[in-house]
């Protein structure tokens, strides 16, 4: 079975597209039927090709490997490199008043 030989650890993906288009997602519509919405990242903005590779890449989403970006020529772009958005700490509750 071909499943037995897969090993996704080491898997190699290439995107070909134009960086700077404006991504979509598939999306369950108020009607129950799939429909196109923008890919939004975390403040609300539409996501290019580029950006929701980089959130893939940052999330781990392909697992431990990185984005590689390549120009027209094959020549790798030098982009400064993504980092994880920090997370927020929780707010502090309130503290009682006593009298």
């Given amino acids: ?5 897969l090993k996704p650890e080491e898997a190699r ?3 070909v597209g134009d960086g700077a288009a404006p ?3 598939r999306v369950t519509g108020a009607d129950g039927k799939p429909t196109d919405a923008p890919l939004a990242g975390p403040d609300g903005k539409q ?9 893939l890449a940052v999330d781990k989403g392909l697992g431990e490997g990185g ?6 020529d094959g020549n790798v772009v030098k ?6 958005p ?10 009682p008043k006593t009298k």
């Fill in 1 to 5: 079975m071909a499943v037995a030989h």
């Fill in 13 to 15: 993906y290439l995107v």
């Fill in 23 to 25: 991504q979509i997602a």
């Fill in 47 to 55: 996501l290019t090709l580029r950006e929701a590779l980089l959130k």
């Fill in 67 to 72: 984005l590689v970006e390549l120009d027209a």
């Fill in 79 to 84: 982009r400064k490199q993504a980092k994880a």
């Fill in 86 to 95: 920090k997370a927020k700490a929780p707010a502090a509750a309130p503290t």
